[in-house]
């Protein structure tokens, strides 16, 4: 399996470019999306929220950032991609699901629940269930009993090259997930909008994304809990995980899959996991 990282939507935050790390798996069957950032469809056709929430948000992106636009240049054929695994339902890590009507969702039916009826008013302006659901494909799990490491997991796929848990990170939303993928070489922990810079899950040394806001603010804008759990894992198992979040451009430019990437922002060369 191969690895390509993607980013799926540019945006300013306090005034800092940052980036929506999305994964592209190279598989033995095909193509596999670990999140999807914005699709065609949120340029071409966004309703009045989705142009609000995108405006306020800075957005920074175009079309070319979608995911149907970055893995055709890369020379696949996006009729590959049979599988999207969303870490949540916000437009910003589902929008480009829209443009693979062919291929398989995986969610957890706790997001799934959320999304479809969201509350107050930050969930108002963080799910559009018109986008996706009634897309085909989309598929909902319930909690069992199997365990990811020592951690609640749901298996989602298991083939020749490459295994996929989800590991609920509830906090940045009431379904949110971290999506793990097994490699020959180890696990690939995607934790989503779990923590937005690699030092707030540092095992020994964890610090704030943004110093100059207040702990409490910082932890309002990204719960604590979930990191916690991403912590506490990584102290024993960190020789064995290595986590990302969608949002560290810092990472996505350094990280050992994505270190010659000259901003703006695009797609890395593919490493082995």
């Known amino acids: 399996m191969k690895i390509h990282h993607l980013n799926c939507m540019s945006f300013r935050r306090f005034a800092v470019l940052e980036v929506t790390h999305v994964l592209l798996l190279e598989t033995q069957d095909g193509l596999i999306l670990i999140d999807s950032g914005l699709g065609l469809g949120d340029f071409s056709q966004p309703g009045w929220a989705e142009w609000l929430v995108l405006q306020l948000d800075g ?56 999304g479809l009826r969201p509350a107050g008013w930050l969930g108002t302006f963080s799910y559009f269930p018109a986008r996706w659901k009634n897309h085909p494909g989309l598929t909902s799990y319930s909690m069992g009993k199997e365990r990811w490491f020592e951690l609640e997991a749901i298996p989602v796929i298991e083939r020749a090259d490459v295994e996929i848990w989800l590991v609920p990170l509830v906090g940045h939303s009431p379904g949110a997930c971290g999506v793990a993928i097994k490699g020959k070489n180890g696990w690939l922990w995607h934790c989503g909008d779990a923590y937005v810079r690699q030092i707030q899950v540092d095992p020994f040394k964890p610090g704030n994304a943004f110093p100059w806001l207040t702990r409490g603010l910082e932890d309002s804008m990204f719960p604590v809990t979930a990191r916690e759990k991403i912590r506490k894992i990584l102290a024993v198992h960190g020789d064995q995980i290595e986590a990302m979040c969608s949002h560290d451009p810092e990472f996505f430019l350094h990280s050992k899959n994505s270190s010659h990437i000259p901003t703006p922002f695009a797609g890395s060369p593919p490493v082995d996991l």
């Open 59 to 114: 957005i920074a992106a175009t079309p070319a950032e979608t995911p149907i636009r970055q893995i055709a240049a890369l020379g696949f054929d996006p009729r590959d991609v049979h599988d999207i695994v969303p870490t949540h339902l916000h437009l910003d890590h589902i929008g480009g699901a829209c443009d693979f009507p062919w291929a398989k969702i995986h969610v957890w039916e706790a997001e799934i629940q959320a």
